[in-house]
């Protein structure tokens, strides 16, 4: 199987889409001549044109109600989003128009419209660039929204994001445009709502959202080696829809759960699953679900501090053994 | 600046419009030319029609009204009385393929795009057969097969929306276009500027109508936009702007038409003003403390609808009786839109987690959390739910008024009808009671800007 970057990966996607349907086009701050802040959309704009590939002044509200209304009537755009935090100067479009517009009208119009944007603290961004978001568009009925970690989700996912008939947030992260896997050759479209088990295991069920499937994964080797506990990791790769069969499956195996997220805490991901598991799985819990979040301030700048605020692989390991606390 | 009586007497500023500069300096009335005849009359055909249409909507918005107050309609209702000849009038402007997009005060523009008197009532009603299927209300009407795209409720937000079907006209190389209206509070919106700008930067076909009816809901134009000749926000931005006479249906029809052939043949956007006013309060509950009697009354005197039905007569196109006539018609399919309405059935509460999401053969089906759970979530697939979910709906329905007891009964699958929660439903005079406090400003307190304040929610929680 080739290896490719996440970034490649998603590279590829729109470029096969593009070429599958002509109602296909992507827009976006700097996604043409520029070739996309993180390079994403590079190369597209050479080979599919100004029309279908198409910088766009700095108006996010107004490009993505643009593509909603262009969806509206027959197109499938991709909109980019620079940075999560921007999109939410266009949460306007997505929550009161993208996500409602088919229930307020009776289901007479569909909205296939993609929103892209990364999320993620790492590179020392600061407060208004290095946010985690992922909990306000999965609050959203009629939104998708979809979290992928590996260059071969990011790419299936993507490409069922664009042939998918509803409004996708498609959330990326920053820090991992440049990492390499494995992506199957002429792979076609994922499906949404499918988890991945990321490492097989007995104890511990650790979920890891979006990056955190990654410091979970890591978690769990180091869960291994030193302490003797074998964690089963899960990726949900879409928060909406969620496949929670997969982890409650896990959850009744194990008996126990952690819930790793970059996001913050309050009414975040982790909030929400954990009810889930509690209304759905009570019975077979040993300890309480147990979560890691980021922490509960706006993103800072200082490399030390940032660096503190979002989880790392030892935050989930002491998160881990505190499940075998106490019993 | 108000005077010491009209402050102390609790009223706005004596002259109404705020605090002292009357509406016809403002709007430059004498600029525009009110009352004035700037047209020729087109065809006795075409006038008929125009007149049957702005006859229509009149009294349809009058029925509404009084529909508001029996209750039989809830949450907000925005009436369009004095702006006929500016729907009217845009609107014959359109070619059948064109698109309208408009805002929430919009029974008019259905009801000129050719959307059934009948379904656009239904839809106040919120009942099944309603334009929008009743998810939508008042302010979210929805004609697909009459390429009516909606009316929005988020003051600006369409403009985005509509540029995007502009955008989509072009990208398709159709030679469609849209015409985009809004209200003159939505000029002062972000969407407003970033909407002008691309819309000319990628020379769409799109002409945007300002119903500049004076009033962003109770803030006079002078006082909510610094520029009051609203034609020239665009320039700016490279969409040129024009004003008419929004009490004009001819003049309204013949600056549109202009603006649609530049938008359509030469891809330059256009901006169309037309001054315009509201008779009624921005919606049913509004005290309307900021203008004076005077003030709608002098107004008035400029109705749209008798300055062209005289005209007609006074030209001799049409006679005396066969106005009445055409105002009987009107009146009557009303009195059908409400004997419909009111016997259209309440959307299905197992229909309540339709049309969330598109479902199809190539694309998996979506629930809103998870598909393939062994146990139903509550609040999730509904229909398949069982009783529990079943009766919080009920219970919920039964709170908010929602239709009677046995019609729900009936509605309700065999088996599951016994654990009605029946004491939960307010009473009839209750309901009135509630109403009637929402008409004399009840809900006014509470500010339009917030649909989920008690009034509303209590009232039209249900959608």
């Not at chain 1, 952690?258 to 996001?263: A, D, F, K, N, P």
């Not at chain 2, 006082?223 to 004009?248: N, Q, W």
């Not at chain 2, 239709?403 to 016994?418: C, L, M, Y």
Request: with cysteine; aromatic share 6%; net charge negative.
């Amino acid at each position: 199987m080739p290896t490719m970057r996440y970034r490649e990966a998603l590279n590829q996607a729109l470029r096969e889409e593009m070429e599958a349907d002509e109602n296909v086009f992507v827009m976006g701050e700097d996604i043409g001549v520029f070739q996309g802040a993180f390079k994403v959309t590079q190369g597209l704009l050479e080979d599919f044109g100004e029309k279908r590939v198409r910088d766009t002044p700095i108006s996010e509200n107004t490009i993505v109600g643009m593509g909603v209304g262009s969806a509206m009537i027959g197109l499938r755009p991709v909109v980019e989003i620079m940075t999560i935090n921007f999109s939410l100067l266009a949460m306007d479009q997505i929550v009161n128009h993208a996500a409602a517009i088919r229930y307020m009208f009776g289901g007479q119009v569909k909205v296939p419209i993609v929103i892209r944007m990364p999320q993620g603290a790492g590179h020392q961004l600061g407060p208004t660039h290095s946010h985690c978001l992922e909990a306000f568009f999965l609050h959203v009925p009629g939104l998708l929204v979809a979290v992928p970690s590996t260059p071969a989700d990011a790419k299936g996912l993507l490409k069922a994001a664009i042939k998918d008939d509803n409004p996708v947030v498609f959330i990326e992260h920053e820090t991992l445009y440049g990492q390499r896997g494995e992506v199957p050759e002429n792979g076609g479209p994922m499906r949404f709502g499918e988890a991945a088990i990321r490492r097989e295991g007995e104890d511990v069920t650790v979920i890891g959202i979006s990056r955190m499937a990654i410091t979970a994964q890591k978690a769990a080797e180091k869960l291994a080696d030193e302490h003797e506990i074998d964690a089963e990791v899960i990726d949900p790769r879409t928060l909406r829809p969620l496949d929670l069969d997969t982890i409650l499956e896990s959850v009744k195996k194990t008996n126990r759960a952690v819930i790793v997220e970059e996001g913050w805490p309050h009414g975040g991901v982790g909030a929400n699953l954990a009810a889930l598991i509690q209304e759905q799985a009570f019975d077979w819990l040993d300890a309480p679900v147990q979560r890691v979040t980021g922490a509960d301030v706006p993103m800072p700048y200082s490399k030390p501090l940032e660096q503190a605020a979002f989880p790392h692989e030892e935050h989930v390991v002491q998160a881990a053994i505190a499940t075998f606390r106490d019993i | 600046m108000a005077t010491r009586e009209s402050a102390k007497s609790g009223k706005a500023a004596e002259k109404g419009n705020g605090d002292g500069a009357s509406p016809a300096e403002v709007v430059q009335a004498e600029e525009i030319g009110f009352g004035e005849i700037k047209h020729d009359l087109p065809d006795e055909e075409t006038c008929r029609t125009v007149l049957s249409k702005m006859m229509l909507i009149r009294r349809f918005e009058e029925r509404a009204g009084e529909m508001y107050a029996k209750a039989k309609i809830g949450g907000f209702l925005h009436l369009c009385i004095g702006e006929e000849a500016t729907v009217v009038g845009a609107t014959q402007a359109l070619q059948e393929t064109d698109y309208l997009m408009s805002t929430y005060r919009e029974h008019g523009q259905a009801l000129a795009r050719g959307t059934h008197p009948n379904a656009v009532m239904a839809e106040l009603f919120g009942r099944e057969d309603g334009c929008s299927r009743g998810r939508g209300g008042s302010m979210h009407l929805f004609d697909w097969d009459k390429r009516f795209l909606g009316g929005y409720g988020i003051v600006g937000g369409s403009l985005p929306l509509s540029a995007g079907v502009a955008l989509a006209c072009d990208y398709m190389e159709t030679e469609d276009a849209i015409l985009s209206m809004m209200g003159d509070g939505a000029t002062n919106q972000g969407t407003f500027g970033e909407t002008m700008n691309l819309a000319a930067l990628w020379q769409l076909p799109v002409v945007f109508l300002i119903i500049n009816n004076q009033f962003g809901m109770g803030t006079a134009l002078h006082r909510h936009s610094a520029v009051t000749d609203l034609s020239k926000k665009s320039e700016g931005f490279g969409v040129p702007g024009t004003r008419c006479d929004g009490m004009d249906v001819l003049d309204v029809h013949s600056v549109v038409t202009e603006a649609l052939k530049h938008a359509r043949e030469d891809r330059r956007p256009q901006l169309v003003e037309a001054v315009t006013y509201r008779y009624r309060g921005h919606s049913m509950a509004d005290p309307e403390e900021y203008r004076t009697k005077e003030e709608v009354e002098e107004w008035r005197e400029r109705d749209p609808i008798r300055a062209f039905s005289d005209r007609l007569v006074d030209e001799g196109i049409l006679k005396e009786d066969e106005v009445e006539k055409l105002d009987q018609e009107a009146v009557e399919a009303v009195d059908e839109s409400v004997r419909f309405a009111d016997e259209s059935p309440f959307p299905d509460l197992d229909s309540l987690y339709d049309e969330v999401y598109v479902f199809d053969s190539d694309v998996p089906a979506w629930w809103t959390v998870d598909e393939r759970s062994p146990e139903v979530h509550r609040g999730e697939r509904e229909r398949e739910a069982g009783k529990l979910p079943h009766e919080l709906a009920e219970m919920g329905a039964a709170y908010a008024g929602v239709g009677d007891r046995e019609a729900r009964e009936r509605r309700a699958p065999k088996g599951e009808q016994e654990d009605e929660a029946g004491d939960e439903e307010p009473s009839a005079e209750g309901e009135a009671e509630a109403k009637g406090e929402a008409d004399t400003g009840g809900e006014e307190a509470s500010g339009e800007g917030e649909p989920g304040s008690e009034e509303p929610s209590e009232e039209g929680g249900a959608d």
